[in-house]
């Protein structure tokens, strides 16, 4: 398989998830920030919203949002950020904590002052 090398320039990224698992269901929410190029020229973020997905979706999910927004390739869907960012030589640095349902539905909003 080839893979097509990305169109803008991509030196880091950075995801940070909150996480959520409802009770009684023991379905797990997660919503994250995604910011490329961090403190670089070029530093764009993306909200990823509220949603459910199992332990670490939240980083394929990020994938999808890189490739809707033509910063990858499609032959990326379906890898973990991890795996991309190590094929590409781009710095990745991923995280997710455990908070309150609201702290994470409000997590992948932007805000107005933002």
Do not use: H
Not at 94 to 103: F, L, Y
Request: aromatic residues 10%; hydrophobic residues 35%; charged residues 25%.
């Amino acid at each position: 398989m080839t893979i097509v090398m990305r169109k803008k320039k991509i030196k880091t990224i950075d995801l940070i998830a909150k996480t959520w698992l409802q009770r009684g269901t023991a379905n797990r929410y997660f919503s994250a920030q995604l910011t490329i190029n961090y403190q670089m020229n070029g530093e764009q973020t993306f909200y990823l919203p509220f949603q459910i997905g199992p332990n670490e979706s939240y980083q394929y999910a990020a994938i999808k949002v890189l490739i809707a927004e033509g910063l990858i390739s499609k032959d990326y869907e379906g890898r973990a950020l991890w795996s991309v960012s190590k094929l590409e030589g781009i710095i990745s640095r991923c995280s997710a904590t455990e908070a309150k349902e609201r702290e994470v539905k409000d997590w992948g909003i932007k805000q107005e002052n933002e």
